[in-house]
């Protein structure tokens, strides 16, 4: 597709299950970031991706949280024993890497989770 | 450390009025970035501008206008004649370079606007 893609849109889990979230950029776009929004709160960053490293893991929450991309394009976010905490919707956005400074980042629609 | 400040919740105007959406940072670099994105009520997040330190030029596009004031470390976004279609939740950004060229952008909590018709 053209846009950046995430699965599933939608997630109900239940408290101390894992969840999987993942992430297809935009073809050609070096650049991958997590975004969390909570219901009231703004924009809270987790982690960002250039290819495949992650230079900036600082916004992860906690060790229960983990990312990781693969050749480049699809990341998955990983949520091992789930709290009630952590439902937000989780968003996914991809940008061409453009030297210095961040160009535009495309969103994703998001995965909405719940923990129940 | 990067701080963007939003501080209206909400907003709600009448439909044709005017209305200006403040935006509020901090940064102790002299290079970064500042940006506007627009969540409408689907949920997804739609650039609307990118500015860099270097250029204070206000802009203007169609009923959308920026007002960027290093003296006083704000960039706030006006819309003229607001119409329905404007009720969305709109987020400042600001991003500071990085060795690895690029870095992730730091959100405000965001404002609400509600356009009545």
């Known amino acids: 597709g053209a846009g950046v893609s995430q699965s599933p849109s939608n997630k109900v889990t239940e408290k101390g299950k894992d969840v999987e979230l993942r992430c297809d950029p935009i073809s050609g776009h070096t650049a991958l970031y997590w975004y969390r929004q909570s219901l009231g709160q703004g924009l809270e960053f987790l982690i960002y991706?250039?290819?495949?490293?992650?230079?900036?893991k600082s916004g992860l929450p906690s060790d229960r949280f983990s990312a990781e991309r693969t050749g480049g394009s699809v990341s998955t976010l990983t949520i091992q024993r789930t709290q009630q905490e952590d439902s937000a919707v989780y968003l996914c956005?991809?940008?061409?890497?453009?030297?210095?400074?961040?160009?535009?980042?495309?969103f994703g629609e998001g995965s909405r989770l719940t923990v129940l | 450390a990067q701080k963007v400040t939003q501080a209206q919740t909400e907003i709600s105007v009448v439909e044709k009025e005017d209305v200006t959406l403040d935006c509020v940072y901090e940064?102790?670099?002299?290079?970064?970035?500042l940006f506007w994105y627009k969540q409408p009520p689907s949920g997804e997040l739609v650039f609307l501008i990118r500015r860099n330190s270097f250029d204070e030029q206000n802009e203007i596009s169609g009923r959308y206008s920026w007002n960027f004031q290093k003296s006083t470390s704000s960039f706030n976004f006006t819309i003229t004649a607001s119409q329905v279609v404007d009720s969305a939740v709109y987020f400042c950004?600001?991003?500071?370079?990085?060795?690895?060229?690029?870095?992730?952008?730091?959100f405000g909590k965001g404002t609400r606007l509600s356009v009545i018709a």
């Open positions: 991706f250039q290819g495949n490293s992650a230079p900036d």
């Open positions: 950004a600001l991003s500071e370079p990085w060795n690895s060229g690029n870095t992730p952008l730091v």
């Open positions: 940064t102790r670099d002299t290079t970064y970035y």
């Open positions: 956005a991809s940008s061409l890497a453009q030297g210095l400074g961040t160009g535009e980042l495309f």
